[in-house]
């Protein structure tokens, strides 16, 4: 448990190093949120830190302070891997597994020599940190990372922007407090980062009402395209490749779609499935209300996982095939679904 390490950071941090911040492939606010966070902290204690996020990200996320100085490796993969290799210390914050960097950057990140340390509050993390900040209770990695300077003894330097980058994390991976991992003390750190300077209602304007006409449209396709399952509480939203070409779809611009699914009366269980004839895969976002857990789901069928209410997998079959197949599984749950 890293609090009872916190002296050997402490000590590990007193003079400056070289750090490299990794956030998850495909990041999201949280994991943007929170590198960038980090980074601003480390920055205020002399450190020579960066963030190198395994690919880009959405357009709604780039008004972050420090967004200038992020590196994507798989854009910037040789100046990314020297860092990596010289790296003193690397932080991975809001994923536990190296894959969940992508294949590409994970064959660097594994062999790297530099002490890791892992901030992150997904299930099941796998065994590489040095030091280990687990814990699936929490809100989201920002309340964490809050936790951390707090612990570090250093919660008088989070400042406006550091503010900024930690109450984007928390809103976003809390769907804006709404979520049961929010607790008194996500709203006492929140309170505390607006009393530092962090805008809500223009930082929630920054994340939220950026709509594009295009991204609206997509929107509306996904909607005609929900499918309900009633007798198993279930619906599942379908975009294929052609149809995100149709609407000039952009990075992040089916952010929440599943969202719509899990808000039908008497649901309990929504899916979405994209295709990306990119990557030859169909990606899926799974959500659920109450126990059932979309982790252990993702897990046990679809080579992915997160949390119980959230989750995401992947398919390498094509969307007929794959959307028969979650169908298919389904009955083997309805005990858990119907109750």
């Not at 530099?114 to 280990?132: C, E, F, G, R, V």
């Not at 900040?133 to 990695?141: K, Q, R, V």
Request: with cysteine; glycine share 6%; charged share 20%.
């Amino acid at each position: 448990m890293i609090k009872a390490q916190i002296s050997e950071i402490k000590a590990l941090l007193s003079a400056p190093k070289n750090i490299v911040i990794v956030p998850h492939r495909n990041p999201d606010g949280d994991a943007m949120g929170s590198t960038l966070a980090l980074y601003h902290y480390l920055k205020l204690n002399n450190h020579n830190a960066v963030v190198i996020a395994p690919n880009d990200y959405p357009d709604f996320l780039k008004w972050l302070p420090g967004d200038d100085t992020v590196l994507k490796f798989e854009t910037q993969l040789e100046e990314s891997s020297t860092l990596i290799n010289n790296a003193d210390i690397i932080f991975t914050l809001d994923f536990n597994a190296f894959h969940r960097a992508g294949n590409q950057m994970a064959h660097v990140l594994e062999p790297s020599t530099a002490i890791k340390i892992m901030i992150d509050h997904h299930q099941q993390p796998d065994d590489y940190a040095k030091y280990m900040y687990s814990d699936i209770s929490m809100s989201s990695t920002c309340e964490m990372v809050y936790n951390f300077i707090e612990m570090l003894g250093d919660d008088d330097k989070i400042n406006a922007t550091i503010a900024t980058c930690l109450y984007v994390g928390i809103m976003t991976d809390t769907g804006s407090f709404r979520f049961p991992a929010t607790t008194s003390r996500t709203h006492q750190v929140i309170g505390n980062l607006i009393e530092k300077g962090a805008e809500n209602s223009e930082i929630h304007n920054n994340i939220y009402d950026t709509n594009s006409y295009s991204r609206l449209q997509l929107l509306g396709r996904a909607m005609q395209n929900l499918k309900v399952i009633p007798e198993l509480r279930t619906a599942y939203i379908t975009l294929s490749q052609a149809e995100l070409d149709e609407f000039n779809f952009k990075k992040g611009d089916t952010e929440g779609f599943v969202n719509y699914a899990l808000s039908l009366k008497d649901i309990i269980f929504a899916a979405i499935f994209i295709e990306s004839q990119q990557d030859q895969i169909i990606k899926i976002s799974l959500r659920s209300k109450g126990e059932f857990s979309v982790n252990e789901f993702s897990r046990a069928h679809f080579h992915g996982g997160g949390h119980t209410n959230a989750a995401g997998g992947r398919s390498d079959d094509d969307m007929q095939t794959t959307i028969n197949k979650f169908i298919s599984i389904l009955p083997q749950y309805k005990q858990d679904l119907s109750q």
